[in-house]
């Protein structure tokens, strides 16, 4: 399957990146597939930690994206 590069750069889909295929009534969804939080004790409360590293996070420029949303609509 080819996603144009500005769909894969917007939702940092990198090579090999592993993607999860879902359809309904509306549509066919692609969701990139990420590693999810461990949660660590820290006190008395438990905190969710990346289970990534910062380096290898997608950036992701939630301002523009809302932005991008509101724009598409008259």
């Known amino acids: 399957m080819v996603i ?3 769909i894969r750069e917007k939702a940092g889909l990198s090579p090999g990146a592993e993607i999860e295929v879902t359809a309904d ?3 066919v969804r692609l969701e990139r597939v ?3 939080p461990r949660l ?3 006190g008395r409360r438990r905190v ?3 289970t990534v590293s910062a380096d290898t996070r ?3 420029d ?8 509101r724009n598409r609509w008259p």
């Open 4 to 6: 144009p590069a500005p």
């Open 25 to 27: 009534d509306a549509g």
């Open 34 to 36: 990420a590693p999810g």
């Open 40 to 42: 660590v004790k820290i």
């Open 48 to 50: 969710a930690r990346p």
């Open 58 to 60: 997608p950036q992701v």
């Open 62 to 69: 939630i301002a523009a994206i809302v932005e991008d949303e």
